[in-house]
């Protein structure tokens, strides 16, 4: 079955400065990667995601990348502030409405 | 619009003891998926069900079932708890749009086993 890998387990940054999450993924069907953001305490929230026909996406300071034939997909935060600070789990699955295989997580801690 | 609730918030129970979570998905959405979050790991895929039906399970063991009702509420039970089974427990819902393939979280029911 599909295996997601993800790195850094853990992430210091100075507020200012960009954070950058690596995940690479098995299963070369996989064709749809989202990622989540969970602040202490709460529920697990979408904050961008990627379909396996773009190579990159957008969305203010957030962006994602993914190379199809590395398989591996990375999340982008720049400009970061202390409310970035959360752990973030990337995800994949292999078609419309199956379920999601997660990552490990990345704590992210932004350093005022 | 409501998102989705899950009850109750917190459980205690004991090993061997049986548990019953529940999980009312966002109104309109027909999938609601399942999973584990133990204390400071990730998300373990438990359990997907759509239209009422069981459509895919994780790797772990049949003591963990559950079902989904018309109104496509669902219901994850736990039998014979052991130790290992404290955790979260989340219920995402997914549906609308065929142009979404978005999972909602719900806040999740913190199970205790002593």
């Known amino acids: 079955g599909e295996n997601v890998e993800q790195h850094p387990s853990t992430l210091s940054v100075q507020e200012g400065d960009s954070a950058v999450i690596k995940c690479t993924y098995s299963?070369?069907?996989?064709?749809?990667f989202p990622w989540y953001k969970q602040e202490l305490g709460k529920r697990p929230q979408l904050i961008i995601d990627?379909?396996?026909?773009?190579g990159e996406k957008k969305d203010q300071r957030i962006a994602v990348t993914l190379n199809k034939t590395a398989k591996h997909f990375s999340l982008h935060i720049t400009e970061t502030q202390p409310e970035d600070s959360a752990v973030y789990f990337c995800a994949a699955s292999k078609a419309f409405g199956q379920n999601f295989v997660f990552g490990p997580g990345t704590r992210l801690s932004v350093l005022p | 619009e409501a998102g989705v609730t899950q009850s109750p918030t917190h459980l205690i129970k004991t090993r061997g003891q049986q548990v019953t979570l529940r999980c009312s998905p966002i109104?309109?959405?027909?999938?609601v998926y399942w999973y584990q979050q133990a204390l400071g790991l990730g998300l373990q895929f438990l359990l997907w069900y759509d239209e009422g039906e069981e459509r895919n399970r994780g790797n772990f063991p049949p003591r963990f079932s559950g079902r989904q009702f018309p109104n496509y509420s669902s219901e994850l039970n736990v039998n014979a708890l052991e130790l290992e089974d404290s955790a979260l427990y989340l219920c995402a819902s997914r549906g609308g749009s065929l142009a979404k393939n978005i999972q909602y979280f719900g806040a999740g029911t913190r199970l205790s086993v002593l």
């Open positions: 299963d070369s069907a996989s064709n749809y």
């Open positions: 109104s309109g959405h027909t999938s």
């Open positions: 990627i379909r396996s026909n773009v």
